[in-house]
Structure formats: structure tokens, C-alpha cells
């Protein structure tokens, strides 16, 4: 291979390929004993872009092309061809660096779903102790039920930083419409509207690069190498022994002595597998890739929450649109961040919110809603007038695209086809939720504040007037999942150990293996899926 050169260090006993919420839980645990060396590689930057360490710095993140992948999805068929963009993290860290902070861990209904899909150790009460694992609720956090929460994990997770009159509006809203308020989504129920705890440490943000890779990176044993973009995992006699990875226009061959973890993420896992021959198999040949195992179902499975948004304009001057549009309002917010850690900067953009039902027969929650005390005209900038903001997502939709590879380049970005509102269930679900934002808007508690609804506007009204706003305005909640399908079915992608079927030595571990989409927000997940990995990868070895 013309170019490559082989690392002064040429094995590791692991190799894992992505430093996001999965790979940097795998980084620290699998080099927790001392025991085995792990090279952990990463396509983004070691970034100090101060914007990451400040939880308010989501909103210049989010799209900067230094710290994400800048993906779009290709034209969606039932959103009137648009492409939507797709912000993926590119830095140690990876989403977890971009992300809303938001610490969700969905419904225990969710993952005795997963069991009952045949993935045998993936039941609530199986995965339960690694969320605890995980977790360490702040020392101020109001106290919750200890057989749910942990104390002393990695993870920092803290109660919202801020009430905002708007979210404290929002809550009594919820409880006008029949939704009662609840101090802990991540209990034995969900239903209910309150505060969302955050991963924020003592006002900053708490990534999985703070949380467990800061602590691990001192060992001898982890070597972690950013920059790092992975082209090709290879195999011999269908064992995954080594691993090509490009850096500052060089290629490099490192192997592995004993397992190679992907953990790209839902979009550039499945994509890596099929660069490497592990795909379908014509669509494969097609692209000139040697085959190593035909496996159809790699990409296939993709799921996505998808948001829709109302917005009104505020009568009052109190949304965080007017802090941003004066400099005494912008010196107020630093004030209140820089001496109290406290205020909008302190925590998610969205703080407050719920889960409730679309329908009385649906068994659980099956919509999740938000406030966000501010609007934006378009990404990064919030809009002239004073705005707030509802939002909300249907939990478990059950339209499915694909992820497939648009060239046989790892430079090249994947095709990604979401697929949204394909199914008529979907389609009802986000019209409901529609209908109830706009009943939290015009509920007594919001009289205060409302003047108008701007977005979609009162002339958007019949359901056939929503489905077309949905067509024209909806967006990614940005929880891409099920790429990599795990499942004890011969088309399941990997096993219930994460093992890559049709292949030895290679396991995926992120988002991708989600069988179906978690009632909530994804990070959390992700990162007990990593917990719970690192045990299975241990024990193996
Ligand atoms: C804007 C936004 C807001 C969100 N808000 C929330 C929220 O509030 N709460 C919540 O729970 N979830 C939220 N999420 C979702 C959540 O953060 C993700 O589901 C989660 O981070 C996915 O983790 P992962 O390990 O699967 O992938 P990632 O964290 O994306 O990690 C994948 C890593 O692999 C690297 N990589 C990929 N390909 C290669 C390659 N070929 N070579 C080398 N490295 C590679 C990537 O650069 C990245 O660092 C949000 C996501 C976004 C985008």
C-alpha cells in the first residue's frame, strides 16, 4: 500500500475507533486495570475552543465545521425534498462535546422492548445498574430515589442551573393541559412535565471527554491519538486484525491483538463496516469494495426523532431573544455565568419539558415536549422580536431509512436517507403534538407572555395545514440510532454481546446498535451501552 507507514507502537490489544459519548466510557474502563494497552483514535481535534467547556456554547458549536462532520441528509421525500443538516461532533468528545446536555435515559418499557426482541441482558433491570454506574448526581441536586441514581460515576449530572418565568410558566402550563409535574424522568415512569437535569459539572459541560477520558489519559496503557480519520478496518480469514487511519495526510496501520471496537456513531459506523466489506454485497461490488461478509442489513434500521417547533412572540421583555439583543442584557448573562455559574449560559437551551401521551390507549408516553425561553430565525442567531419556544417529538416513530455509502471514500460523506413521516402512525403522532403545544401556549399560565403565535401562525390550523408545516419546517432532534441493529435474529447486525455477526474480532458499541429508538434523548443511553460493553469486552478477554 503505497504511503502507508506502520506506528512506532504497531499493536494494542484494543483498538477503538471513535473518542464520542461511547468511545471515551470504552477508553477509561477498558484501561481502568492497567491490564491491557488500547489505542483510541479519533478523526476530530484535541479542540480548546472555549465554546466547549460552557453550556451555552451549543449554539456556536452545534454547526462549526472545526468540531463536526457538517452532514445533511439527502432530499427527504416527506419533507417537500429539503435536506436537512445532521450536525455530527468531530472532537474528542464527539456529539457528547455539541450537544444539549440533556439527561434522559428513556422509559424501562424501552429496553424490556429490546429484551423482548431476544437481546438477552438488555431488559431495564439489566441495563439499571450501568446508568447507576455511570452516574454521579451533583452534591446540590435535589435528592432522588437511590435504587434509580448513582453517586460517584463519571458522569456528572446536575439539576437545571436556571427557572426562567417562561419554564416556571411552562410547568404550570403542563399541569393546566392534565400533566402533572415530576422531579425525575429517569424513575420507574416518565409521564409528567418538569426540569430536565443536565451533564454539566459545577457550570460546565461534563462530555464524555471530561467525564471519563480527562481521568484515563494519563495511563501508559491508552494511548490516544486525534486527527485520526479511520478508512478501512481489515480483515484475515474474516477476523478484523487491523486498522488504517489517515493523519496529516499519512496513512498508518495499526493492529490489534485482540478485538477492534467501532464506535463512530450511528452514521459513520455503519458506513466504516461497509468501506471495509461488510455490507451488502452487490451494492459493495458496485463500488469496486472486496466483500468480506454479506451482511444487507448494515445501515438499514435508521431512526430518528423528529421535532416540530411553535414559537410566540413574548408581550413581555423577559426571553433570553432580549438579553441577546442588548449589552447590558448580554453583561447581565456573563455576570450571572461567571459569578454564580447560574442563568441561561449555565444549562440546556432547552430546560424544562415533559413526556405525555398522543393518545389515551398508547401504553406509555409516547411524546416528549420542550420550552426553550428563547427563538431563533435561523441557526446561531435568535430572531428580533421577543420569542419563546415550544418544541416536540414523537418518542418512538416508526419510519426507517438507511444509511448507505455515496462512494467507496472515507473523505466522503454517507448517504442518509431518515426516511421521516413515512409511516401514517408518525405522521398523527407529530400532528397531535402539534396541537398540543399550542395548547401549553394558550394556557392561563402563558397569558402573561403571549402575544402571538409567529410559527406556524393561527391560519395553520386543520390537520391537513399541520401535516404541510411539518413538510416545510420539521427537524432532526439530532438522535440518530439502530444503524447497526443488535438483535439475536440472523439479519441483527451485531449480537447481544455487540459483536459484528458474519465476522470475528470486531464489535460496534454507540448509538448505532439501538434496536429501536429509547423514549428520550440519547446520550445517556449511549453511554450505558458503553458501561455495559466494556464488561462484556472484559469478560471476553
Ligand atoms: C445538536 C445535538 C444535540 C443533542 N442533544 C442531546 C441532549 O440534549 N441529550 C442527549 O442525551 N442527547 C443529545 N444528542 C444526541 C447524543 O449526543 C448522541 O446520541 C450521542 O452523543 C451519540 O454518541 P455516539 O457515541 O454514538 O456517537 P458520537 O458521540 O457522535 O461519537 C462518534 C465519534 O467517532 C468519531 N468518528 C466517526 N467516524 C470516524 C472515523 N472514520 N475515524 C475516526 N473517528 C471517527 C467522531 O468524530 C465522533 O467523535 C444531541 C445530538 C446533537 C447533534
Redesign the pocket.
Known sequence: MSGVRTMTVESYDFII???????CVLANRLTESGRHTVLL????PASHNPWLKIPVG?FKT?HNPALG?GYRTRPEPNLNGREIPW??????????A???????RGQPEDYDHWRQLGNVGWSFDDVLPYFMRAENQADDNTPLDQAFHGRGGPLTVSDAADRHLLCEAMVEAARECGVERVDDFNAAHQDGAGYYQVTTRNGRRADTAVAYLKPARRRPNLHVVPD????KIGFEDGRAVHVT?TMRDRNHMVVASREIIL????I?SP??LQLSGVGNGGRLADLGIPVVAHRPHVGLNLQDHLQAQLVCRCRQPVTVNDDLQSLTGKARLLWRYATQRRGPMAG?PSPVGGFMRSRPEVATADLQFFLMPLSVARPGVVDDFPGYTFCVNQSRPESRGEISLAAAD?TAPPDIRPNYLDAEVDRQALITGVRLLRRLSLAESFMPYREAEIRPGDDVASDDEILAYLRRTAATM????GTCRMGADDHAVVDPELKVRGVAGLRVV???IMPSLVS?????P?VMI?EKAADLILQAA
Open positions: 475507533v471513535g473518542a464520542g459519548s461511547a468511545g483514535l479519533e478523526a476530530g451549543y452545534i462532520w450536525p455530527r461532533g468531530r472532537v474528542l468528545g464527539g456529539t457528547s455539541i450537544n444539549g446536555l440533556i439527561y434522559i485520526a480519520l479511520v478508512s487511519f464506535s463512530g456513531g450511528a459513520n458506513q466504516l440546556a472515507a439530532y438522535h440518530p440510532v454507540d448509538a448505532s428520550g434523548n440519547t446520550n445517556a449511549t458503553a
